[in-house]
């Protein structure tokens, strides 16, 4: 007889909001070409798109989208160069 595989019947994990939000804003960035614009435009586009994330996640408190802004505008900041030169 063939056998079996053991099918798990675990509901798929779901998101918080918080976690939902998170990952709606760091597509946004990707999406709207935030890495690497002016500094400026970056703060005003934050500014902005905060306000959309409050409107659209209203359970989210006023800590958990400041912290959402901290993460996205260190997200859309270009990587750092290596420095190779330093000695091992």
């Given at each position: 007889?063939?056998?079996?595989?053991?099918?798990?019947?675990?509901?798929?994990?779901?998101?918080?909001?918080?976690?939902?939000?998170?990952?709606?804003?760091?597509?946004?960035?990707?999406?709207?070409?935030?890495?690497?614009?002016a500094e400026e435009h970056q703060a005003?586009?934050?500014?902005?798109?905060?306000?959309?994330?409050?409107?659209?996640?209203?359970?989210?408190?006023?800590?958990?989208v400041e912290e959402l802004r901290k993460?996205?505008?260190?997200?859309?900041?270009?990587?750092?160069?290596?420095?190779?030169?330093?000695?091992?």
């Open positions: 007889m063939a056998k079996q595989k053991n099918r798990s019947t675990k509901a798929p994990a779901t998101s918080s909001p918080y976690e939902e939000a998170r990952d709606e804003l760091f597509q946004h960035i990707m999406r709207c070409g935030v890495v690497g614009s005003e586009w934050f500014t902005e798109t905060m306000q959309y994330m409050k409107d659209r996640y209203p359970e989210l408190s006023a800590e958990q993460l996205g505008e260190r997200f859309a900041q270009p990587p750092k160069k290596r420095d190779d030169t330093a000695a091992a």
